[in-house]
């Protein structure tokens, strides 16, 4: 059976960074290069039932014993448009010693930095060249999943669960779900495998929405500007400083909420901000959102020759909602992780997840972590031990 890491390091070097500002879906056609790749590789172990659909989206199904549910696996396809895709020489770290790792010439993976590497002494790593991302969200997902299909292939005679597989495009832009089929995956509950400690069990996920809030100055000669202009940029800074200075990412954690200023761009005349809106309490999102809208209209009354529009774009909700009335998915990866002897922990996260959409569409869909440290930058990176661990607690999963 060919190792984890292998197949890991030839999914990686497929650049599948996804665009938030294309209008295809999938946003990228490189994200189909992998989807082509992992289509091929399913039917070449063996694997009957293969779909590509005319999305994108690979499904693949494994029959099991009759008497147990089907388990579904999923794992996306593209990474963050954060930094550049494409990790053509990954380096894989054996026996790390706690030392800084020096990635390129200008950037070093220091535990001054990221304290947490001093706990991945003697591990295996594999980390960026210092200038593309790693891949490990989720291509460590990926790989584990394809292992998973490989290990049943190559042992008939292993009982298990009927195994149900997806593989999705633009999941890091919020689009993994949009074309996602839970009559296709066919499944009774199923798992991401996406990003975090191989320990780590996520059922909870912040409620989600953006705002764009768009600004029409008015705009004259500063020489004869006093008591006419309104700069609009001017007014964009003015707007942001009435929020919460404590509810930012940089100053949250745990379950704090945040408003997050994802761009700005402008000049006198127009300006507009995109921001991106965050709670794990649904009633303080919507609060967050209404002190957008009230500081939108009372920024439009102080300048009645400007023009001020807050718009709130809803994006996804806390799956904690759903699990917390039907726990069978949470039960049942809990004792494959008690089988393998695996101390587990839950923790919420603080993003979002193509599961939370997944649940909400009728198929439970909690996380579990693949392995994967400080994604969505070039200081990311997997540990090689903990991609087994989750092979170990997939596969306890399955035999159930």
Not at 59 to 81: Q, R, V
Request: hydrophobic share 35%.
């Amino acid at each position: 059976m060919e190792k984890i890491e292998i197949k890991f390091i030839r999914y990686v070097k497929i650049d599948t960074e996804s665009s938030e500002t294309s209008k295809t879906y999938p946003s990228t056609a490189k994200q189909l290069d992998l989807a082509r790749l992992l289509k091929k590789e399913l039917i070449e172990l063996g694997v009957k039932d293969v779909i590509m659909d005319e999305y994108g989206l690979v499904y693949a199904h494994l029959d099991g014993e009759k008497d147990l549910p089907t388990i579904g696996l999923i794992a996306h396809m593209d990474t963050a448009p954060t930094i550049r895709g494409g990790n053509y020489e990954p380096r894989v770290v054996t026996n790390y010693a706690g030392n800084d790792i020096k990635l390129n010439a200008t950037y070093t993976l220091s535990p001054k930095q990221f304290p947490h590497l001093l706990d991945l002494k003697g591990k295996t790593l594999i980390v960026t060249d210092g200038d593309h991302l790693l891949g490990g969200d989720d291509k460590a997902g990926v790989a584990i999943i394809m292992s998973i299909v490989e290990y049943y292939i190559n042992h008939p005679s292993i009982k298990h669960c009927p195994i149900a597989v997806c593989f999705t495009p633009d999941e890091e832009i919020g689009g993994g779900p949009l074309h996602f089929d839970v009559k296709k995956m066919h499944a009774d509950y199923a798992y991401t495998l996406d990003g975090g400690p191989s320990w780590d069990i996520n059922y909870e996920n912040f409620n989600a929405s953006s705002a764009v809030v768009s600004i029409k100055g008015v705009g004259i000669h500063p020489g004869s500007a006093k008591g006419i202009m309104v700069n609009a940029s001017l007014l964009a800074m003015e707007f942001n400083a009435q929020l919460d200075p404590d509810a930012i990412p940089a100053k949250t954690e745990g379950y704090q909420g945040f408003n997050h200023l994802c761009e700005i761009k402008g000049d006198i005349e127009t300006c507009e901000m995109g921001y991106i809106i965050r709670d794990h309490d649904e009633k303080k999102l919507h609060a967050k959102e209404k002190e957008f809208i009230r500081i939108g209209q009372e920024l439009q009354k102080k300048y009645p020759t400007s023009e001020v529009k807050v718009t709130i774009i809803p994006s996804y909700k806390n799956m904690r909602n759903y699990f917390d009335k039907d726990k069978t998915a949470i039960n049942a990866i809990t004792k494959a992780y008690d089988k393998v002897g695996i101390k587990y922990t839950f923790s919420a996260i603080r993003g979002g997840t193509d599961g939370a959409t997944i649940t909400y569409m009728g198929l439970p869909c909690p996380n579990i972590g693949n392995g994967d440290r400080c994604c969505h930058g070039r200081y990311e990176h997997v540990v090689v031990e903990e991609m087994y661990q989750v092979f170990d607690v997939v596969k306890a999963l399955l035999e159930q």
